[in-house]
């Protein structure tokens, strides 16, 4: 079966950009397989025009038969989850997963709490790993140089996919509010 590659834009960043292009995969007759690590796996498949829509949520194995069954009786296929990222597929003019502001709010709460405690727990990395660059001496202080690197790189990411993420709920709090 022949198989194609894409790299995500970044789903806190650019969602719809990546639901866009799911959405043109599909027409070109791509659709999407699997989504790991921020690349989606596309199969060969016949033309479809259909949307595309992402839900974050947290399920047990027992769940989520029920879950995708409710999705189901609004029009939603499923077509993938992986760690809480489940992605569904409907029909141009099915009415949007989330239509309401509440449920939107709930949903990028949902999607921002892990990342805010990645970011907290990074942060929190980077300044014990500062603390023995600065304060101990050689095995310590070549730990922590290596150590704050580390961190580092994890850091400012997920500083900015949790900045992403607040920006997002500020503007859905914003359009409830109009």
């Given at each position: 079966m022949k198989k194609t590659y894409k790299i995500s834009n970044g789903l806190a960043f650019f969602e719809q950009k990546d639901l866009q292009m799911l959405r043109e995969k599909a027409a070109e007759g791509w659709m999407v397989e699997s989504f790991k690590?921020?690349?989606?796996?596309?199969?060969?498949?016949?033309?479809?025009?259909?949307?595309?829509?992402?839900?974050?949520?947290?399920?047990?194995?027992?769940?989520?038969?029920?879950?995708?069954?409710?999705?189901?009786?609004?029009?939603?296929?499923?077509?993938?989850?992986?760690?809480?990222?489940?992605?569904?597929?409907?029909?141009?003019?099915?009415?949007?997963?989330?239509?309401?502001?509440?449920?939107k709010t709930d949903q990028v709460k949902r999607t921002a709490k892990p990342v805010y405690i990645v970011t907290i727990a990074a942060l929190l990395l980077t300044i014990i790993a500062l603390a023995f660059m600065k304060l101990a001496e050689g095995f310590l202080n070549q730990a922590g140089k290596i150590g704050f690197f580390i961190s580092i790189v994890l850091f400012i990411p997920m500083l900015m996919t949790s900045m992403a993420l607040f920006i997002q709920l500020l503007k859905v709090n914003k359009s409830s509010k109009n």
């Open positions: 690590g921020g690349l989606y796996t596309f199969t060969k498949s016949g033309l479809e025009d259909v949307i595309f829509s992402i839900d974050y949520h947290e399920l047990t194995p027992e769940d989520e038969e029920e879950y995708c069954d409710l999705f189901a009786a609004a029009g939603w296929t499923h077509v993938y989850s992986h760690t809480g990222i489940h992605l569904f597929k409907a029909v141009p003019g099915t009415p949007p997963i989330y239509s309401d502001a509440a449920s």
